[in-house]
């Protein structure tokens, strides 16, 4: 009997939690489609946490990569924009692999900028306050009419937003980074 109850209360959570989401969804759905706005997304599943001793910018498999759900997860984000038609202004990328692959497979074309890259190791930290200012300064002066997408990384997205988010999360702010809403589980 336990165990039946404790099946009934998953199952409806479950149902909540979709309806929850869907409404969520369709709401940042349409602020999308109206454009203007600047969008964060994490990097998608790349397994362990900061880089290793070895790191090189310029040499993938020194860094800690995307595996196959990451590259998945990367798709799913890329057919999320493209199935519900929201216009894209622009598609800027961390310099790191994981970030320019979530990039690559969302969204195919892209383009680098310094300012996304990842402080979280503390050989990276004294480049923080600069990325951030040069970051402010990029999205002060950007005036697109459709959607800017920044894929980054966890510590970027927390410094500008103070915002915790999950690999592959889509964090959606205006123009003067208030938040809209964020999706999960692209």
Same mark, same amino acid.
């Given at each position: 009997m336990f165990k039946n109850l404790i099946k009934a209360f998953i199952f409806f959570l479950l149902i909540i939690s979709s309806f929850s989401k869907v409404y969520c969804d369709d709401k940042i759905i349409n602020e999308l489609k109206k454009g203007e706005k600047i969008i964060f997304i994490r990097h998608a599943i790349a397994p362990g946490s900061g880089?290793? @001793?070895n790191f090189n910018l310029k040499n993938c498999d020194t860094q800690r /990569?995307?595996?196959n759900k990451g590259i998945e997860q990367s798709k799913k984000i890329g057919l999320f924009f493209s199935k519900n038609n929201i216009p894209i202004d622009k598609i800027l990328s961390s310099e790191w692999c994981r970030c320019k692959d979530t990039a690559k497979f969302a969204f @195919? /074309?892209?383009k680098t900028f310094d300012a996304l890259n990842s402080f979280f190791s503390p050989r990276f930290q004294k480049n923080r306050e600069k990325q951030m200012i040069a970051l402010s300064k990029y999205l002060n002066n950007w005036n697109g009419k459709k959607n800017l997408i920044l894929v980054t990384h966890y510590v970027v997205i927390l410094e500008k937003l103070n915002k915790a988010? *999950? *690999?592959g999360e889509i964090v959606v702010t205006d123009k003067n980074l208030n938040l809209i809403g964020s999706i999960l589980n692209y």
């Open positions: 880089d290793p @001793k /990569n995307l595996n @195919k /074309n892209f988010v *999950s *690999s």
